[in-house]
């Protein structure tokens, strides 16, 4: 039985720090993050410790398959640098050398391209605050992209609750035959190839910035040798319950309406995988050689092969999984994928595949890397430049910058979901449907007696001698409708936790 | 969550044209290629201008 989706995304932005003497992406990451946390009135009064992230219940090592195979390499955990829990329930921080956001948990996936969107506000907005910190000629730069095009790549991974009774081996089936193919629409596009032995057209353009890098079909690793289907076994939740799917293939998009797809349509598939309501397998004879295929493959007609003889294109295999879909949601219903929001994703998707199917670029107002691709075609027709030329590069990465005076994401046109004032508020106020409600309200109202606090659980010091933790290892309940009344009737964390202790939350 | 439904259209302008009768093909393919033009425009102004130094140093550590 499907457990409600859900969601959240984790994104590890590229930063640049020109006009630096020594540029070191750690302090750049730090110094940004802190400087928005002083500009927002987040950071810790003087003499007081700042609310820390709690790592007691981090388990990165974990493998879904149960036991880590030989030679497998655990992620490690960074402790000592910037790490911050945002009044909207979400997670700041420095992660290897880049600046990284974790949005609060959402309850559908329109909820989670408002979360995403405020996320990029809030860089816009800690790159203002660090420019007010640095020596005049230098300034901070994040790109939400997922590649430099020297073979370094940094994710944008994506969050499923799913049920912890369905085999981890379904999980792996359907997932991987919807990964390798829904790179069609949510492919974020990028310049040339980083890996060797394919080649590219003439164009030297693919549709996924991640393909490249994916290696293996199923594994721990998140650094090197990276996995279609990851089985990072560590749920921030009732571990009897769930599991979390940990998705790290996908590409961050700018394109509110990729976003809105990509996590929509994956949230969907495992519910269909968690009811076992997948008419049939796909199965790729070699996933890694579909994926890279696939991203290759800007005709979106070429056969992929299958395990059974037969063949399949993307597209293909996107329609048999919306039908699917459709099904499912027809017979089931959409109460735990989202309810109104996942119908509105069954028609976009469908819109999407239709559009896909007759003419790509009818879509350049809602799929990246098609948005992208019209950039380049058209600057490069305008100035007769090859397709080497270094105009064309830089063209793409500059599609990713988030300073709005120089995003070319923000000037391509594209569809919104959301508004923009809704991503504004949802800079500092938490989604209401989730447990980031509790999480969020405690640090609005309560920061100066939360010590630490992580996705289940948070930490007060209330001056009674002992630390005291409340955990929430309920993704669904701590909402507006569990919690929210309390709040409004307590004057105190001593209130709130008396409050708590009495309804035995 | 009644107000969290729609999902929004593209800008107004296009809105209005569907609705109204269809221009002639031809038409509809300038008003498309004004458009880039001006977008066209506006990427000659914000791109980084000296694009070679740009991507050379655009280099990111490998992360996750």
Redesign the interface.
């Given at each position: 039985m499907a457990v409600p989706k859900t969601l959240g995304l984790e994104t590890?932005y590229?930063?640049?720090h020109r006009g630096a003497p020594e540029p070191n992406?750690i302090s750049a990451s730090s110094l940004l993050i802190n400087a928005y946390l002083i500009a927002t009135h987040q950071a810790p009064e003087p003499g007081r410790a700042a609310v820390g992230w709690d790592f007691t219940d981090e388990t990165p090592g974990n493998d879904a398959r149960g036991g880590a195979p030989a030679g497998s390499l655990a992620?490690e955990i960074e402790t000592h640098l910037v790490n911050a829990v945002l009044t909207n329930g979400a997670r700041y921080y420095v992660?290897?050398?880049?600046p990284?956001l974790s949005t609060p948990e959402c309850a559908d996936a329109?909820s989670v391209v408002v979360y995403d969107r405020a996320a990029e506000l809030i860089a816009a907005r800690s790159m203002e605050a660090a420019q007010m910190l640095l020596p005049p000629g230098e300034e901070i730069v994040v790109y939400k992209n997922n590649?430099?095009?020297?073979g370094?790549?940094?994710?944008c991974?994506e969050n499923y609750l799913v049920s912890r009774a369905v085999p981890f081996s379904r999980i792996v089936t359907h997932a991987t035959a919807h990964f390798v193919t829904r790179q069609i629409f949510c492919g974020a596009g990028k310049m040339g190839s980083e890996t060797s032995g394919m080649r590219l057209d003439e164009a030297g353009y693919q549709i996924s910035q991640r393909a490249d890098f994916i290696e293996e079909e199923v594994g721990l690793e998140?650094?090197?040798k990276?996995p279609i289907v990851n089985t990072r076994d560590e749920p921030h939740a009732d571990a009897a319950k769930y599991r979390r799917l940990h998705v790290?293939v996908g590409d961050a998009n700018m394109s509110q309406v990729a976003t809105?797809l990509k996590v929509g349509t994956t949230a969907l598939v495992m519910a269909m995988t968690e009811d076992d309501a997948v008419p049939r397998e796909i199965r790729f004879t070699t996933p890694v050689a579909a994926l890279r295929q696939v991203s290759r493959d800007l005709s979106l007609r070429e056969p992929l092969e299958l395990v059974d003889g037969s063949t399949i294109t993307a597209l293909g295999a996107q329609w048999e999984l919306l039908a699917a879909a459709r099904a499912y949601v027809e017979t089931r219903g959409a109460d735990l994928v989202g309810g109104?929001?996942a119908h509105?994703v069954l028609d976009?998707w469908e819109a999407v595949l239709g559009g896909l199917e007759r003419d790509p670029t009818s879509l350049a107002?809602q799929i990246d890397w098609v948005a992208k691709l019209?950039?380049l075609e058209?600057?490069r027709s305008?100035h007769g430049l090859d397709w080497e030329?270094?105009?064309l590069?830089?063209?793409d990465?500059?599609y990713h910058d988030l300073r709005p005076?120089?995003s070319?994401a923000a000037?391509?046109?594209l569809?919104?979901?959301v508004?923009e004032a809704e991503a504004e508020r949802a800079m500092t106020e938490p989604p209401p449907d989730t447990r980031a409600f509790f999480r969020g309200r405690c640090l609005q109202r309560f920061a100066a007696e939360v010590v630490a606090a992580n996705w289940d659980s948070i930490v007060f010091d209330v001056g009674e001698g002992s630390l005291r933790r409340v955990s929430m290892t309920e993704p669904t309940r701590g909402t507006v409708a569990h919690v929210g009344t309390m709040f409004d009737e307590c004057g105190s964390a001593i209130d709130l936790l008396r409050r708590l202790g009495a309804a035995g939350a | 969550?009644a107000e969290?439904?729609q999902?929004?259209?593209?800008?107004p302008a296009n809105r209005e044209q569907s609705v109204e009768e269809a221009p002639p093909a031809s038409e509809r393919g300038s008003d498309i290629k004004a458009?880039?033009d001006d977008?066209?425009d506006?990427?000659d102004e914000?791109?980084?201008t000296n694009?070679?130094d740009?991507?050379k140093?655009?280099?990111?550590?490998?992360?996750?």
């Open positions: 590890e590229g930063i640049v992406p992620p992660d290897h050398a880049h990284e329109r590649s430099d095009g020297k370094n790549s940094y994710g991974h998140t650094t090197l990276r790290i809105f109104d929001v509105q976009r107002a019209r950039l058209g600057f305008r030329d270094a105009r590069r830089a063209l990465i500059q005076a120089k070319l000037r391509a046109g569809e919104t979901v508004d | 969550m969290r439904e999902i929004r259209k593209p800008a458009q880039l977008l066209l506006e990427i914000v791109l980084e694009a070679e740009f991507v140093s655009y280099i990111q550590k490998g992360g996750e």
